[in-house]
Nanobody, 126 residues
Framework: QVQLVESGGGLVQPGGSLRLSCAASGFTLVYYSIGWFRQAPGSEREWVSCISSSDGMTYYADSVKGRFTISRDNAKNTVYLQMNSLKPEDTAVYYC???????????????????WGQGTQVTVSS
């Protein structure tokens, strides 16, 4: 059974850090491009970051560039999103997703992803 499970969300103060994990089962993540998306209340789901299956290149939305880092641990079949200098506007449910597609510009389109996790809540508030 193909499954993605996110973890690591929580409540953090502005300026703080969190590391989200996306663990895969039923398939091998190394063969997939992995994306992180987020959805705030009343807003559409938006792309945050992705990591390429072919060469491990990473891509970021302008809103998180320089603050978030995506990485993968192939031995653990897990992708991470390290989030630093968190802001209240980062508050959202964060989802990881997997796709067999790849691109020199990153896979940004939500419709191109095949598998999704259930999401983990991140709340940035004092």
């Amino acid at each position: 059974q193909v499954q993605l499970v996110e973890s690591g969300g929580g409540l953090v103060q502005p300026g703080g850090s969190l590391r989200l994990s996306c663990a895969a089962s039923g398939f091998t993540l190394v063969y997939y491009s992995i994306g992180w998306f987020r959805q705030a209340p009343g807003s559409e789901r938006e792309w945050v970051s992705c990591i390429s299956s072919s060469d491990g290149m990473t891509y970021y939305a302008d809103s998180v560039k320089g603050r978030f880092t995506i990485s993968r641990d192939n031995a653990k079949n897990t992708v991470y999103l390290q989030m630093n200098s968190l802001k209240p506007e980062d508050t959202a449910v964060y989802y990881c997703a997997a796709t067999t597609r790849d691109s020199d510009y990153g896979v940004l389109d939500i419709s191109e992803y095949d598998y999704w996790g259930q999401g983990t809540q991140v709340t940035v508030s004092s």
